[in-house]
């Protein structure tokens, strides 16, 4: 039997979001599991808020993130040009079923071990700068650093040429809203570096991804220009934001949870497992990439046209008291085991192996190196990205526990 259509909801406050998505969620949770929202970008869209809608949709081959499938005068989405924006996240089968089988050759779990060594190096090297100093920011001397070293090697991207990534992606994905063209100048930015570096990679192949990507390209034409340099940036992007706000989120948490800390420090073993609890208690990604109904659909007794944006929420399927027991409390002893936070179905991460080794060394070098690592502002002072579609510090204020006395000690 199909529901009316629920009325629809105010527009969501960014602020609100960004100082509590889980409240705000949990709300639009228990007031029904299908809701008739109005986003941040002032645009209509369907919110699907329990977690066994969100895991059935997130497989639903129905459900497209083919950009084309949505209605006249609706979903607008980030602004790229099309040699960005010919990339998985906007794709199906079969066109998405042939590129993920030849970029998946770079994460088999042999080709992802053989980056344990460099990421553990890279890691204890962005420690020793840390330690000459009693406080830090830990998403800019460690949360930021790592995940763009790791992505760049993967790619082939010479040191040098990496020093201005950062800003361009918080131009893309946070732009200052006092400048309304930075997004722009952050994409032309990104284009301008991955078009050279492709044209360098032609000349002067190496063994990395990019390599043998443009070699794909240009040897068996089983991909474009724009696949090629869509795909380019969708690594680039992808690998590199959600595994800052992957690790800093994480990071956090322990923080605010010393005793679970300390229980997880006696035991370092069990971190494989408590990864996945991070993940599912304050994730990278509060909705999932948005969907176009290719027909109507109805979900969990609501209709929903053919066309329209549809937006599932990974934080409030996370926080289901249906799925989840006490959802709202961090334990290391919960099995977290069918989390979302890296996807489902066939647009499941391709890189979550990746991510998930990061994030492991990450912890694991920082508590320790800093086994007193505290806090340096009070949580109400943090700053979060004011986003709907991702959910990072801007920054992490931290005392490191050492002192010139304590060094002196050592």
């Not at 989405?77 to 998946?104: E, F, K």
Request: with cysteine.
């Amino acid at each position: 039997m199909t529901h009316t259509t629920p009325a629809h909801q105010a527009p969501i406050d960014p602020a609100e979001l960004a100082r509590d998505p889980y409240a705000v969620y949990a709300q639009l949770r228990e007031a029904g599991p299908v809701h008739r929202i109005t986003g941040t970008d002032g645009l209509p869209a369907w919110l699907v808020t329990r977690y066994d809608d969100v895991r059935e949709t997130l497989a639903d081959p129905r459900l497209s993130l083919d950009k084309r499938n949505a209605s006249a005068g609706g979903y607008r989405g980030m602004s790229l040009p099309p040699a960005l924006d010919a990339n998985l996240l906007n794709m199906d089968p079969p066109d998405h079923t042939r590129i993920r089988r030849l970029v998946s050759r770079a994460f088999t779990p042999r080709q992802i071990e053989q980056l344990r060594e460099p990421i553990q190096r890279t890691a204890d090297q962005l420690l020793d700068a840390i330690a000459a100093a009693e406080r830090a920011d830990l998403i800019a001397s460690y949360a930021a650093p790592l995940p763009i070293t790791v992505i760049c090697d993967l790619l082939g991207v010479a040191p040098a040429d990496r020093l201005d990534f950062r800003s361009w992606t918080d131009a893309l994905f946070a732009p200052d809203p006092t400048r309304p063209s930075q997004a722009k100048e952050g994409v032309g930015n990104l284009l301008l570096f991955l078009t050279r570096l492709i044209t360098d990679k032609r000349t002067a192949p190496a063994d990395d991804l990019l390599s043998a990507l443009i070699a794909v390209r240009d040897e068996e034409d089983r991909l474009s220009e724009d696949e090629l340099t869509s795909l380019a940036f969708l690594i680039l992007v992808a690998g590199y934001e959600n595994t800052v706000h992957l690790i800093g989120n994480a990071v956090l948490t322990l923080l605010r949870h010393p005793d679970q800390l300390a229980e997880l420090r006696a035991v370092p073993t069990r971190l494989s497992a408590v990864v996945e609890e991070l993940a599912r208690y304050d994730g990278p990604m509060p909705l999932a990439i948005r969907r176009f109904p290719t027909e109507d659909v109805t979900i969990s007794g609501v209709a929903i046209p053919a066309g329209e944006t549809v937006l599932l929420s990974l934080a409030a399927a996370h926080r289901d008291p249906q799925r989840f027991t006490d959802p709202d409390r961090f334990d290391i002893d919960r099995d977290a085991t069918g989390h979302l936070a890296l996807g489902h179905g066939i647009h499941y991460c391709l890189g979550a192996p990746l991510a998930r080794m990061e994030t492991e060394i990450a912890l694991s070098a920082l508590f320790e190196r800093f086994p007193g690592m505290a806090l340096d502002v009070s949580p109400g002072e943090l700053r979060w990205r004011p986003s709907m579609r991702s959910r990072g510090l801007l920054t992490l204020p931290v005392r490191t526990g050492t002192t010139k006395e304590a060094s002196t000690d050592r």
